[in-house]
């Protein structure tokens, strides 16, 4: 079956499982770097909030020979279980106050965004845009979070600048960094994989409560946590969740207590929205190396929506400075 049809009928069998009450649709899905997706969202008549649910694998899976009934049940688990967890309702959003502890920001690749870009407020950093988004929830599946529109920066009352000030001091608490070795992040990946354990899994599992610790902590922690021999050159920076960790290449001395620890400048290269790699300068890193690494790993390993930038930036340890090309 062609997957138009394959999404028509789902659609027809889902929307007869749920009754009259509900609008079953296909609609398409911004993702991040202007990617879109078809996806299907389910409104129900008395509810202001209708999950995005992504199509794409659930066709893989049906010519893998899953039936179309097993697949509708398994969607209507999915959006049954997202809407018993989720009570927030638009109106609720409409007061600043309530928020405000729990506004932080992420770091996109501006060129590749500015469709979106025009719809909420930003800040322009190197070739990048700085959004600002907050959280609602954080449970064991992760975390519930709504990007602040132009909409809803308005209805708050709130600059952008307030807007960067507040992220400022709330992400690195909510999503403390994470630097660790690129030996030592491949051997946790295999060890969480031999364990069943996803990212989100372990972070909760083990570091649930760390996001409380005052953020000097965090980096001091941060640092002792680091039991490299000082023979390692390149390291993973993200935060603890590994989501979206490209953002913490902002977070205010992270980079300079790294750098001071190395006694040595650092190239930044931008592994994904979700992280950065961080080269100690040495003499066999050129920088047009690096660059076509970035540029390889893009190109063959990273999901076109997950690209954060082909560029290699530069941290000057004694200006305490970013260097790289502005696009």
């Known amino acids: 079956m062609e997957y138009q049809n394959f999404y028509k009928e789902l659609v027809q069998s889902i929307q ?22 078809e996806g299907m969202i389910i409104i129900k008549e008395d509810s202001q909030i209708s999950p995005n649910i992504y199509l794409e694998c659930f066709y893989d899976r049906y010519q893998e020979g899953e039936s179309l009934e097993e697949i509708t049940e398994e969607i209507l688990i999915m959006y049954h279980e997202t809407m018993n967890r989720n009570p927030i309702q638009m109106d609720q959003l409409a007061e600043l106050k309530r928020h405000e502890d729990n506004i932080f920001f992420r770091l996109v690749n501006y060129n590749m965004n500015k469709g979106f870009l025009k719809k909420v407020p930003h800040i322009r950093y190197l070739e990048f ?44 608490l909510l999503f403390p960094p994470k630097i660790q070795s690129m030996e030592k992040m491949m051997y946790q990946l295999m060890r969480n994989k031999e364990e069943g354990l996803s990212a989100i899994d372990k972070w909760f599992s083990i570091e649930k409560n760390d996001y409380q610790e005052q953020y000097e902590k965090s980096l001091e922690n941060m640092m002792l ?45 931008p592994s994904s929205i979700h992280e950065w790699i961080i ?33 290699v930036y530069f941290y000057n340890k004694d200006t305490k400075q970013i260097e790289g090309e502005e696009r």
């Open 16 to 37: 007869e499982k749920l009754g009259d009450k509900y609008q079953v649709k296909i609609t398409d899905i911004e993702k991040n770097n202007g990617v879109v997706l």
């Open 129 to 172: 845009a700085i959004t600002f988004h907050c959280l609602l929830e954080r449970q064991e599946y992760g975390i519930q979070s709504f990007c602040i529109n132009e909409t809803i920066r308005q209805e708050w009352g709130i600059c952008i600048e307030k807007l960067y000030q507040l992220a400022l001091k709330n992400t690195p």
């Open 225 to 269: 946590d680091m039991d490299d021999t000082g023979e390692t050159f390149m390291y993973v920076l993200s935060n603890k969740l590994g989501i979206y960790g490209a953002s913490a290449l902002l977070y205010p001395d992270l980079l300079d207590c790294f750098a001071n620890r190395n006694g040595k400048n650092l190239y930044l290269l």
């Open 279 to 311: 080269v100690v300068e040495q003499e066999e890193y050129s920088e047009e190396l690096l660059k076509n690494m970035v540029y390889d790993v893009n190109h063959t390993q990273v999901a076109e929506d997950e690209v954060l930038s082909n560029q």
